[in-house]
């Protein structure tokens, strides 16, 4: 399949080395045009001066207003500032400036628009509403210069979803409870090395503008899916919100901590939308650039957020890159999880793909919430995928095969035993590639390969924005008994982790975690979203197993191959009844010292048999049990899998 890319408006087709070579050359355009790297690189401090840039493209003026405080108060500086070329506004300040704050406010069609940060902030006061002024380098915590991103290929990516707050406010033992700083402490790193996950992607975590961070002692909880300033860390995670430096130097420090432990970082983006338009910074700045209009001159809402971001638009394209790869590089994050990635263009995203570091992981949701006023063949939707290399999609086809569509949440699926969802199966255990035993006809919603790669595939069955498994399993089976529960969440979570896309849970679910039933938590509150530690010694059998798949995958290439052309080769599916999937990693598949593996999925409330060659086999997951030792070992030619049950056997 050929790899296509569009450069300067021209569909072409493009291999790797020449896609790179157009991509630099058109960076050097710009470049040559006066479009650096660093186009919105709005305030540099030294100790003699600070010099404030912004872009305004249409403005008549722009006033600078410098503060004492980061809220409250009058200015108590007052600065015209100098148009340069291409819209963009300069202003040079004397002085030690360290501690201040800051705000522009634009002149267009004869009125102050109001006053904003600015499109690029690097910090802010209490609830971002002013710029600060400080020192990044004076921001980093010991040992930052010699910590970067770990570097995992895709395949070797098992990704853990988890928001901040969640994770470690109901911990009884943390010390910064609800905090950055909570992933820094022994038992949160004990917690993730033990499950064995190497990576942890965290809910938004730049500033966002639902939580009062002034009133930190009132009952709040947000998701943070309504940006306000898009390249600050959010107030609230830290201990103090006041003084811009403290959640800079306490989101350092939580990386360091992570990549200490071997566990990437990846930020959950959020530029298809802004928490408003009136309000936004882009608004107050650029009004009318940063935003599609559809055919009526409306600001579109393709986001279901009461607006959609034009990432075609040079402004917006400019600004997504550049924010990438200040979070790469200022904050040294492994990858990025765009929200509603659908929005954006193809080509914008290509760009930014290749702006960043090859080990930089990006996925994103490969739809929208509404229709966008863009063409949807040029949109990065899942689709598409195939059409960005190195990006990879959510896995919707086997999530809805396994437990049932996201738009029903009583339906079920393939684990209350329901036919019809195997084929939907199989594409998600192949990454969503083409394979010659997947019947893509057949599939639920994708009726062609959509993955070029299996690594361009994440797999799963719950995230973050919707019922958890075993709310989504009481609430599609009526009456459902623990014992049951427990058989049928394991069940699903064998096939996320012996897919050869990549792993995707959402935290808690090692612990049987549930939210009361509540389908959209974004703003419920800590009784609804905390987890439940309190079931680690309720439900220990769940830990080990999860530890157990997750520990197989690492220590067995087949399960990772990483490749479609060794999918292909490597992985089989056998003939099975309904209610069964079956699959064997064949030939020491990637060079695994296991010959052959075969792996069935058992969603039937009866035993069931599959044929296999005859040969010796040793089990290392059976009853709802993992060991890589080997728990039997038998010479047969019919493998016999219990009820509502996985059975991983090897030769």
Not at 219 to 233: I, K, S, T
Not at 528 to 538: A, S, T, V
Request: aromatic share 10%; net charge neutral.
């Amino acid at each position: 399949m050929g790899e296509f890319g569009i450069m300067f408006g021209s569909p072409i087709l493009l291999n790797t080395n020449m896609r790179r070579y157009l991509i630099l050359t058109f960076m050097a355009v710009m470049v040559a045009l006066g479009m650096s790297a660093e186009k919105y690189n709005e305030m540099t401090y030294t100790k003699r001066s600070t010099t404030f840039t912004l872009v305004a493209e249409k403005a008549q003026a722009v006033q600078l207003n410098i503060y004492a405080e980061g809220t409250g108060g009058k200015a108590i500086k007052t600065v015209a500032m100098q148009k340069g070329a291409k819209g963009t506004w300069k202003a040079v300040v004397k002085g030690d400036l360290k501690g201040r704050f800051y705000t522009f406010n634009v002149k267009q069609g004869g009125k102050m628009l109001g006053e904003t940060p600015g499109l690029f902030a690097k910090a802010v006061g209490v609830n971002g509403k002013r710029g600060a002024v400080i020192d990044m380098a004076a921001t980093n915590p010991e040992g930052w210069d010699n910590d970067k991103a770990l570097g995992y290929a895709p395949q070797d990516i098992i990704v853990y979803e988890s928001h901040n707050r969640d994770f470690s406010v109901s911990r009884k033992d943390a010390r910064y409870p609800g905090k950055f700083m909570a992933l820094t402490e022994p038992w949160a790193i004990e917690h993730l090395k033990s499950l064995g996950v190497t990576a942890i992607h965290l809910l938004p975590s730049f500033d966002y503008a639902s939580v009062d961070e002034e009133h930190l002692e009132r009952a709040q909880f947000n998701w943070g899916y309504d940006p306000l300033n898009y390249n600050v860390p959010e107030g609230s995670y830290a201990t103090d919100p006041f003084k811009p430096e403290v959640r800079v130097n306490e989101f350092k420090q939580m990386v360091k901590a992570l990549h200490d432990a071997g566990i990437a970082v990846i930020l959950d983006v959020v530029y298809n939308h802004t928490m408003d338009i009136d309000h936004s910074n882009f608004q107050l700045t650029n009004p009318g650039a940063f935003y599609r209009k559809n055919a009526e001159g409306k600001y579109n809402d393709g986001s279901g957020c009461g607006n959609e971001t034009a990432s075609e638009h040079p402004l917006m394209r400019q600004y997504m890159i550049e924010s990438f790869n200040y979070w790469a590089k200022e904050y040294h994050l492994d990858g990025f999880r765009v929200d509603l990635m659908g929005i954006h263009d193809i080509e914008t995203m290509n760009l930014i793909r290749q702006s960043l570091p090859k080990n930089v992981i990006i996925y994103g949701e490969g739809w929208s919430a509404g229709t966008c006023a863009y063409p949807a063949e040029k949109l990065a939707m899942k689709a598409n995928t195939y059409q960005m290399p190195g990006i990879a999609a959510f896995c919707d086809d086997m999530r809805d095969a396994i437990r049932g569509p996201f738009s029903d949440d009583r339906e079920s699926a393939f684990l209350a035993g329901k036919a019809g969802h195997q084929e939907s199966i199989k594409a998600g255990i192949v990454g969503c590639i083409e394979h010659p035993q997947v019947d893509y006809s057949k599939v639920n919603y994708s009726k062609k390969p959509w993955a070029a790669e299996p690594t361009q595939m994440m797999a799963y069955v719950s995230c973050h924005d919707d019922m958890c498994l075993v709310d989504r399993l009481k609430t599609s089976m009526p009456g459902i008994k623990t014992d049951e529960l427990i058989r049928l969440d394991l069940l699903a979570q064998t096939a996320v982790f012996t897919s050869q896309g990549v792993p995707f849970m959402l935290s808690g679910e090692e612990m049987l975690r549930d939210k009361k039933g509540v389908h959209n938590s974004y703003n419920s509150p800590d009784s609804i979203n905390q987890l439940p530690w309190d079931n680690m010694k309720k439900y220990p059998q769940v830990f080990a197993y999860y530890q157990g798949l997750i520990a197989l995958r690492k220590a067995h290439p087949a399960f990772r191959l990483g490749n479609a052309e060794l999918v292909r080769k490597h992985v089989e599916f056998l003939p099975v009844e309904e209610g069964l999937v079956a699959f064997r990693l064949k030939d020491n598949a990637g060079g695994d010292a296991w010959k052959d593996i075969v792996v069935v999925l058992n969603a039937n409330k009866y035993a069931a048999f599959v044929d296999v060659p005859e040969d010796t086999y040793t089990s290392v997951v059976a009853g709802g049990k993992v060991n890589l030792e080997g728990l039997r070992t038998t010479t047969t030619s019919r493998l016999e899998v219990p009820a509502q049950s996985a059975l991983i056997v090897h030769n």
